[in-house]
């Protein structure tokens, strides 16, 4: 089954203690997505990745690192959390973009982060 | 201004009823325009995407493009409970690496 898997999916942490979000997704896909999703903001992006080894800033990249070192997996870190760092984070892949081409993306079931 | 706006909602139509959803965004030269839906709790789904003006039409559902005016609309026809959720708008940049969305609106269908 093609699908976006991403671990864990709840965490409860304290400010300042390194954590990782995985996401792999099965798909052969290029292009790798986070993004944070809070009330009335709608979906944020923080990091993107066009392929292994190229990854660039999204809208709201602070805090956050991400590293591709293989197709399948993009994994989110966050060095040392705060407590703003708490919400809804989402992992999507999709093949890579061409011209005006639709590119879907399919999202990971989420991980929902909660910094005390 | 926020690059891609919507209404935040909710809005409410009767079972049956045509829902129609508005987003409006900044970039003149946005290529690549999408309308996912999320159920609380979930992850979002595609519903569907349009790329060229004028109407793309996929079962009950309509999109509208509308790149003078800078407008994507989605049309629900025949709206039904389960139509009830939040939809979000995208339109990925002129490059296609960067895809923003709009904060959502939610939709409540009246059985």
């Known amino acids: 089954e093609a699908q976006v898997t991403q671990n864990p999916r709840y965490l409860i942490t304290v400010t300042g203690k390194k954590l990782t979000v995985t996401c792999s997704q099965n798909m052969n896909h290029e292009y790798m997505s986070w993004y944070r999703q809070d009330p009335g903001l709608g979906l944020r992006q923080i990091y993107y990745?066009?392929?292994?080894?190229?990854?660039d800033k999204g809208d709201v990249p602070e805090g956050y690192k991400v590293s591709r070192k293989e197709k399948r997996n993009f994994p989110l870190i966050l060095e040392s959390p705060s407590p703003n760092q708490t919400s809804l984070y989402f992992c999507a892949s999709s093949s890579a973009p061409s011209g005006g081409a639709y590119n879907e993306q399919f999202f990971g079931p989420g991980t929902r982060l909660t910094v005390l | 201004q926020k690059e891609v706006e919507q209404n935040s909602g909710p809005l409410s139509v009767p079972e049956g009823a045509i829902a129609s959803l508005n987003c409006t965004y900044s970039?003149?030269?946005?290529?690549?325009f999408f309308w996912y839906r999320q159920y609380s709790g979930k992850s979002p789904e595609l519903i569907m995407s349009i790329y060229s003006n004028g109407d793309k039409e996929d079962g009950r559902f309509t999109a509208q493009l509308n790149k003078a005016s800078q407008y994507v609309s989605l049309l629900i026809r025949d709206s039904q409970p389960s139509d009830s959720a939040t939809y979000l708008c995208?339109?990925?940049?002129?490059?296609?690496?960067?895809?923003?969305f709009g904060a959502g609106t939610r939709l409540f269908v009246k059985a």
């Open positions: 990745s066009m392929n292994v080894e190229v990854t």
């Open positions: 995208a339109v990925k940049n002129t490059g296609g690496f960067k895809t923003i």
């Open positions: 970039d003149r030269g946005s290529q690549s």
